[in-house]
Protein backbone atom coordinates (compact mmCIF):
# COMPACT_ATOMS: atom_id res chain seq x y z
CA UNK A 1 0.00 0.00 0.00
CA UNK A 2 2.68 2.02 0.44
CA UNK A 3 3.57 2.30 -2.87
CA UNK A 4 0.50 3.56 -4.29
CA UNK A 5 0.42 6.55 -0.81
CA UNK A 6 4.04 7.33 -2.73
CA UNK A 7 3.10 7.35 -6.21
CA UNK A 8 -0.38 9.48 -5.24
CA UNK A 9 2.11 11.65 -3.29
CA UNK A 10 4.14 12.70 -6.23
CA UNK A 11 1.60 12.61 -8.97
CA UNK A 12 -0.10 15.15 -6.25
CA UNK A 13 3.44 17.22 -5.74
CA UNK A 14 3.87 17.28 -9.66
CA UNK A 15 0.20 18.78 -10.09
CA UNK A 16 0.65 21.26 -7.20
CA UNK A 17 4.27 22.38 -8.71
CA UNK A 18 2.30 22.79 -11.95
CA UNK A 19 -0.90 24.73 -11.31
CA UNK A 20 1.22 27.31 -9.02
CA UNK A 21 3.89 27.51 -11.91
CA UNK A 22 2.79 27.67 -15.58
CA UNK A 23 1.39 30.39 -16.77
CA UNK A 24 -0.27 28.60 -19.43
CA UNK A 25 -4.03 27.84 -19.30
CA UNK A 26 -3.90 24.47 -20.97
CA UNK A 27 -0.56 23.35 -18.43
CA UNK A 28 -2.82 24.62 -15.42
CA UNK A 29 -5.23 22.07 -16.22
CA UNK A 30 -3.03 19.42 -17.09
CA UNK A 31 -1.78 19.74 -13.31
CA UNK A 32 -5.10 19.70 -12.21
CA UNK A 33 -6.22 16.44 -13.95
CA UNK A 34 -2.86 14.98 -12.62
CA UNK A 35 -3.93 15.50 -9.11
CA UNK A 36 -7.28 14.30 -9.86
CA UNK A 37 -5.52 11.54 -10.48
CA UNK A 38 -3.58 11.09 -7.65
CA UNK A 39 -6.58 11.33 -5.58
CA UNK A 40 -8.30 8.56 -7.31
CA UNK A 41 -5.25 6.03 -6.80
CA UNK A 42 -5.39 7.18 -2.95
CA UNK A 43 -9.53 6.34 -3.54
CA UNK A 44 -8.95 2.57 -4.82
CA UNK A 45 -5.89 1.69 -2.84
CA UNK A 46 -7.55 2.59 0.57
CA UNK A 47 -10.77 0.54 -0.67
CA UNK A 48 -8.69 -2.61 -1.49
CA UNK A 49 -6.47 -2.05 1.63
CA UNK A 50 -8.39 -0.53 4.34
CA UNK A 51 -12.23 -0.84 3.20
CA UNK A 52 -14.61 -3.37 3.13
CA UNK A 53 -15.24 -5.78 0.54
CA UNK A 54 -17.55 -3.60 -1.71
CA UNK A 55 -16.56 -1.23 -4.33
CA UNK A 56 -17.16 2.07 -2.82
CA UNK A 57 -13.92 3.46 -3.76
CA UNK A 58 -14.07 2.67 -7.02
CA UNK A 59 -17.40 4.03 -7.01
CA UNK A 60 -15.90 7.47 -5.75
CA UNK A 61 -13.32 7.28 -8.18
CA UNK A 62 -15.51 6.90 -11.36
CA UNK A 63 -17.55 10.14 -10.14
CA UNK A 64 -14.12 11.98 -9.72
CA UNK A 65 -13.16 11.07 -13.49
CA UNK A 66 -16.73 12.37 -14.38
CA UNK A 67 -16.63 15.60 -12.67
CA UNK A 68 -12.79 16.04 -13.90
CA UNK A 69 -14.09 15.49 -17.64
CA UNK A 70 -16.77 17.84 -17.25
CA UNK A 71 -14.03 20.40 -15.70
CA UNK A 72 -11.88 19.28 -18.61
CA UNK A 73 -14.70 20.08 -20.89
CA UNK A 74 -15.59 23.57 -19.38
CA UNK A 75 -11.78 24.72 -18.79
CA UNK A 76 -11.15 23.95 -22.63
CA UNK A 77 -13.99 25.96 -23.85
CA UNK A 78 -13.02 28.65 -21.65
CA UNK A 79 -9.32 28.57 -22.98
CA UNK A 80 -10.69 28.55 -26.58
CA UNK A 81 -12.95 31.58 -25.80
CA UNK A 82 -9.51 33.41 -24.41
CA UNK A 83 -7.76 32.93 -27.22
CA UNK A 84 -10.13 33.74 -29.74
CA UNK A 85 -10.61 37.04 -28.13
CA UNK A 86 -6.86 37.55 -27.13
CA UNK A 87 -4.89 35.68 -29.33
CA UNK A 88 -3.11 33.97 -26.47
CA UNK A 89 -3.98 31.77 -22.92
CA UNK A 90 -1.56 33.94 -20.63
CA UNK A 91 -3.34 33.09 -17.63
CA UNK A 92 -1.61 36.68 -16.27
CA UNK A 93 -4.00 38.67 -18.61
CA UNK A 94 -6.92 37.11 -17.21
CA UNK A 95 -7.47 40.25 -15.14
CA UNK A 96 -9.00 41.77 -18.84
CA UNK A 97 -11.88 39.63 -17.94
CA UNK A 98 -12.92 41.89 -14.89
CA UNK A 99 -15.39 44.46 -15.43
Known sequence: ML?????????????????????NAVGILMSLELMFNAANIN???????????GLTGQ??????????????????AIVLLLYRNWQGIDVDQMNIMKW
Open 3 to 23: QYLALAAILFAIGIFGVLTRR
Open 43 to 53: LVAFNKYIGAA
Open 59 to 76: IFAIFVVVIAAAEAVVGL
